[in-house]
């Protein structure tokens, strides 16, 4: 049996990938804002037998107190972890600070991955084949803005999401070197546009553009059909990359070792501050 913590599992990709597992006959924790959702995933495990292997936390993972406190959840509920699904975001169109001041999208994508992914190495490090599964944009060319790593002067409105995305590239290339010895496979995976939620707070056009991507996308099974082969058989590196389930060279500057210890420095500062 597998042990899977899975951020952003109450809806989408992440529910359909607790689904799954539920019915493999996995243990599964999500994670979540909404109480209500947690609620309906969790009577959903009962109806499936699965109730004593289902757990739901409710957290805003915007605020790093709360990615605190989620580490201590799961370090009381998991004494190891198989797995970690990283899929928790939300846009907004409109740049917003969260109550300790930070940039949300910042924040949620990528400085809650960074704590999660580091801060429950530990658990996964008890496990033979350990998985972190960070569902995030690989495969994206935009610029690393440096000198404005949380858009205070140019906030980029959707395209905050594609900065974000090239912080979690790096985030992926320094945890290898960060944790040298680890048996985890860091996998970056970008699923392309999909018939989800778009949760978020969008604009008028932002808005339109959502609605007509939800009518475009793939659906969410299609979605899990290319996710599920790098959970099932990982591959042997400590990192890898996947666009919609096709695997993309990571030895390329947009992973590069160099600056993923710049960005990893930067973060540990910000984290003590």
């Not at 009381?76 to 990283?86: G, I, M, N, Q, T």
């Not at 960074?114 to 944009?137: D, K, M, T, W, Y």
């Amino acid at each position: 049996m597998r042990t899977m913590v899975i951020t952003g599992g109450t809806d989408g990709i992440g529910r359909a990938l607790a689904d799954v597992h539920l019915h493999r006959g996995h243990a599964v924790l999500v994670v979540g804002q909404s109480a209500e959702k947690g609620q309906r995933f969790l009577d959903a495990a009962r109806e499936l037998g699965a109730g004593d292997r289902a757990h739901f936390v409710q957290a805003d993972l915007s605020l790093v107190r709360e990615n605190i406190r989620l580490l201590e959840e799961i370090g009381r509920v998991f004494p190891a972890l198989d797995v970690l699904v990283l899929g928790a975001r939300y846009h907004r169109s409109v740049r917003t600070e969260t109550l300790e001041g930070l940039e949300s999208n910042f924040a949620l994508f990528y400085l809650s991955r960074f704590l999660l992914s580091h801060g429950l190495a530990p658990l996964q490090e008890r496990i033979e084949a350990p998985i972190v599964l960070n569902v995030a944009g690989p495969g994206g060319t935009g610029r690393i803005q440096w000198d404005d790593l949380q858009l205070r002067r140019h906030y980029l409105g959707t395209g905050a999401l594609g900065h974000g995305g090239r912080l979690n590239d790096l985030l992926g290339a320094g945890f290898a070197t960060v944790h040298p010895d680890s048996r985890i496979r860091y996998i970056l995976f970008n699923p392309g546009v999909v018939s989800t939620s778009f949760a978020g707070e969008y604009d008028r056009v932002a808005a339109a553009q959502v609605a007509g991507l939800k009518v475009s996308g793939k659906s969410v099974a299609q979605s899990i059909g290319q996710i599920l082969p790098c959970l099932d058989r990982p591959p042997a590196e400590p990192l890898s990359a996947f666009v919609e389930g096709r695997r993309i060279d990571v030895d390329t500057p947009y992973f590069d070792r160099d600056e993923a210890a710049r960005l990893h420095e930067i973060t540990e500062g910000l984290l003590r501050a």
